[in-house]
């Protein structure tokens, strides 16, 4: 009899137990399943969110550069009387146009058809008698006629990281006779500082990539100035902004970081501009409402 009832108290603590196990097992994978898809829908909301102020910082810096090709060009229409007086007569004119020193923290250059520097601000750079002809954008303009941006690159006599802004010179026919280019030093405040010098969120930063070279031009963390993106192949999502995307991901950074980013073309220079931050913020109210709620299950 002692046994039997013995037997009974056994089979009612293994159901007791079976029972509370199953209830806890769901408890808890409601809670896994809650945070899986409040995460996904926050990601989805988040993602929207950064694109949006992604694409608006992204406009303004398109508009910046449009403007400062389009006052280059309204300079290089006027100087074509005094490239036929001389260099002298170039070099006075240029001086006299107060706009382009606001808009180059470097200065700027004119160059004649075959390349070489014939007039300069500041004239302490150096500038002229030298051949530009090398550089791309100085290329582009002589040979091309085309207006470009060049590719950021580091000026090795002074170790600045520099990018350049050059248009074609054109005689009455529209033949091309010459280039004006305009330089911003990276290293020392410049319009693409009001844009990458902040923060968002607590963590989170921007960034302006030039993806032909994979390289960041600039960013909110100054250490990644000028540095180059993973190999092709490394990181399959940095590859595919690289690559033209314009929307929002979460990937793992160069630092090894899970973050979401977000990333909007910039067609002026076919550069990208992007935003990211870590996901151990962005999601940081689903890991608490996750925390509390195992903690519930638990009691």
Do not use: C
Not at 146 to 161: E, L, Q, W, Y
Not at 164 to 182: C, E, F, M, N, Y
Not at 273 to 282: H, I, M, N, Y
């Amino acid at each position: 009899m002692n046994f039997d009832i013995f037997q009974l108290r056994s089979i009612k603590a293994r159901v007791t137990l079976f029972s509370l196990a199953i209830f806890l097992i769901s408890i808890w994978s409601l809670t896994f399943y809650a945070s899986w898809i409040l995460r996904g829908d926050m990601e989805s909301m988040l993602g929207e969110q950064q694109l949006s102020i992604v694409s608006a910082i992204a406009s303004d810096i398109n508009q910046d550069l449009t403007d400062r090709l389009t006052a280059l060009d309204a300079v290089a229409k006027s100087i074509l009387p005094a490239m036929q007086k001389g260099s002298a007569a170039v070099q006075a004119l240029i001086e006299q146009r107060p706009i382009l020193p606001t808009m180059f923290n470097a200065g700027f250059f004119v160059t004649d058809v075959d390349g070489a520097a014939i007039a300069s601000l500041p004239v302490s750079a150096g500038r002229v008698g030298r051949n530009y002809i090398d550089q791309d954008h100085v290329a582009a303009a002589l040979k091309e006629g085309k207006s470009t941006s060049g590719r950021p690159h580091i000026v090795k006599a002074r170790n600045t990281p520099v990018f350049d802004i050059t248009v074609p010179i054109r005689d009455a026919q529209g033949k091309v006779i010459g280039s004006l280019t305009g330089a911003t030093n990276l290293a020392i405040p410049n319009f693409l500082d009001r844009n990458t010098d902040r923060k968002y969120g607590k963590t989170g930063g921007y960034a302006i990539v030039a993806p032909q070279q994979r390289l960041v031009i600039t960013a909110t963390d100054k250490k990644h100035m000028m540095q180059p993106l993973p190999a092709i192949g490394i990181n399959p999502q940095i590859d595919r902004f690289v690559q033209g995307y314009e929307g929002s991901a979460v990937y793992t950074n160069p630092r090894g970081e899970e973050a979401l980013v977000s990333a909007k073309g910039i067609p002026a220079a076919g550069w990208y501009f992007g935003v990211q931050l870590p996901t151990k913020e962005a999601f940081a109210p689903i890991r608490a409402m996750w925390q509390r709620m195992l903690i519930v299950a638990l009691f």
